[in-house]
């Protein structure tokens, strides 16, 4: 692996947009206002980016209402083009979107790599599905009409992405708007602009015509987004990020009865029973424990594990992530970077101490890593009270509590035992039991002997506070398309 030194870390910063895409091009916010973008690993300024205000809010969306009838009529084999290429040209660059995630938000460059590969992937999909768009003509069961149904592009869309995928979360909803034929203005997280800058100069280059796509990185995301969520020009709202905000842009959406989908916070259970292949879930759930630092709406939050297995699994679970090498995400040795920022390691600081309070037993780490950047020690806490907050609130850090059942009904009870329902994972040898916790276990994603799920072939979302509708697969582009049925008279009729 090369080492990252400071003078490539400068170059592929100084090739980053740091103004405002609108619809004529890049342009600054309308003060002239910028903010900056920090390293969490150190705590230091990356770029300092234009810092959108209302009025770019208001332009980004007049250019992607302009835009709007021109882009709905582009032939579907066009937008599919222009998704090949910025697959091809994601693909191309992904040294480059590695080490710029890396840079602005944390997690190791292995980990960023995955990422562009799963990011670039959408392009690729979307780009096989635009041409695939179809509708249905069929003679009414009278026999005297005929009915055509028609897929419409749904019209302008508003993007709000989190932080923690900075380019797949984009490119997740930016690549079958594409395909279906939607304009889009792009509020992506403040914390982590960069990367959406770099993809829209990507997708420009792609061949994207101008007003298709802006991006407005702000610090007043309520500010800005809001007016916009109740303009009755904009027809959808795509949102990823936590509940708590998703349920206040619901409401917001209400007024204008916009059509939202909501990609929300999750609280994964990780169930290993006592059949289970012993390394394949202890590898599995340090994937689904660690990766992206925990900092993963998919991420397991809660270790269910039956009696029998429970010591064997703790004891080599334990081993394995005490191996975990944190540090700075471009240091080739580094296994876990830092978390986000001050407030998310404080955040996880203190759901563990208040488990330690209530009696739960550290079984590793459990420390604020000391000196610059937000690192906190990878952890494991067994023997978790029930009623521990832990157990309920997304942890979104490198922190495992595990809890121990006994049957299978406790464990599905346990499972379900949450507002959220987004994804859960089991590890049995047992296909019967399998298939069953499947149909019984309340998320919209279910991994059997799996630590992860994503893959842009498949519908990822999920049910209760996770969310409304799917990103991915074939159902990814519905949510970007209206359906329209004409009504035809008897064509035999004189
Ligand atoms: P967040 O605080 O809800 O922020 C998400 C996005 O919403 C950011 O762009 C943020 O802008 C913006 N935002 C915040 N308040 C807003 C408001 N009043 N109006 C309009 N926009 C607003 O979430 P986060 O901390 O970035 O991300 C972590 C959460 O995302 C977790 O709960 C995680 O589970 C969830 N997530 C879900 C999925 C999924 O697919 N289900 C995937 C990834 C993450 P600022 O950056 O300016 O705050």
Redesign the pocket.
């Known amino acids: 692996m090369t080492t990252i030194t400071p003078d490539r870390e400068r170059e592929l910063l100084a090739s980053v947009p740091t103004r405002l895409l609108l619809g004529s091009g890049w342009a600054d916010a309308a003060d002239g206002s910028t903010f900056a973008v920090t390293d969490p690993s150190t705590g230091e300024t990356l770029l300092e980016i234009a810092d959108a205000r209302p009025e770019d809010g208001a332009a980004a969306l007049d250019a992607a209402a302009a835009a709007q009838r021109d882009w709905a009529r582009t032939a579907p084999r066009e937008r599919a083009e222009i998704l090949r290429r910025a697959f091809e040209m994601v693909t191309a660059r992904a040294d480059d979107f590695a080490l710029l995630m890396t840079l602005e938000m944390g997690k190791p460059l292995h980990e960023s790599r995955g990422e562009v590969a799963y990011g670039a992937e959408f392009l690729r999909w979307f780009a096989e599905e635009a041409p695939r768009i179809s509708g249905r003509f069929a003679t009414a069961p009278d026999g005297v009409n005929r009915l055509m149904v028609l897929k419409r592009p749904v019209g302008p869309c508003l993007f709000?992405?989190?932080?923690?995928?900075p380019l797949a979360?984009a490119t997740r909803k930016i690549a079958p708007a594409i395909a279906a034929g939607c304009t889009m203005v792009l509020?992506?997280?403040?914390?982590t602009p960069l990367t959406s800058l770099l993809l829209a100069q990507v997708l420009r280059e792609a061949g994207l015509p101008d007003g298709v796509l802006t991006v407005i990185p702000?610090?007043s995301?309520?500010a800005v987004?809001?007016p916009l969520i109740k303009d009755s020009r904009l027809r959808k709202l795509s949102?990823?990020?936590?509940?708590?905000?998703?349920r206040?842009?619901i409401a917001d959406s209400a007024e204008q009865v916009l059509r939202v989908s909501m990609?929300?916070?999750?609280n994964a259970p990780f169930l290993v029973f006592d059949d289970a292949d012993l390394d394949r879930a202890v590898a599995g759930a340090v994937l689904a424990k660690m990766r992206n630092g925990g900092e993963?709406?998919v991420a397991a939050n809660r270790f269910l594990v039956q009696r029998g297995i429970a010591p064997a699994f703790t004891e080599a679970f334990v081993e394995k992530i005490r191996a975990f090498t944190v540090a700075r995400g471009t240091e080739p040795e580094s296994k876990m970077g830092p978390l986000v920022d001050a407030a998310t390691r404080d955040k996880v600081a203190a759901l563990v101490e208040d488990a330690v309070e209530d009696g739960a037993t550290l079984a590793l780490g459990g420390r604020v890593v000391p000196g610059a950047g937000y690192f906190y020690e990878p952890t494991v806490l067994t023997d978790v009270p029930a009623d521990a907050r832990i157990l309920d609130e997304?942890i979104?850090g490198p922190v495992a509590p595990i809890v121990v059942f006994d049957t299978e009904e406790e464990a599905i009870r346990l499972a379900n035992s949450s507002e959220f329902g987004?994804v859960a994972f089991a590890f049995t040898r047992d296909l019967n039991r399998g298939l069953r916790l499947a149909e019984e276990i309340d998320t919209g994603m279910f991994g059997l002997n799996a630590g992860v799920v994503s893959n842009p072939a498949a519908p990822?979302g999920?049910v209760k506070q996770?969310?409304l509708g799917r990103e991915g697969g074939f159902e990814g582009i519905d949510e970007y398309l209206e359906t329209r049925y004409v009504g035809i008279a008897d064509p035999f009729a004189n």
């Open positions: 709000i992405t989190p932080w923690n995928f979360m509020k992506p997280a403040a914390l702000t610090t995301a309520g987004t809001g949102f990823t990020g936590s509940t708590e905000v998703g206040r842009l990609e929300l916070g999750g993963a709406c997304e979104f987004l990822f999920g996770s969310g």
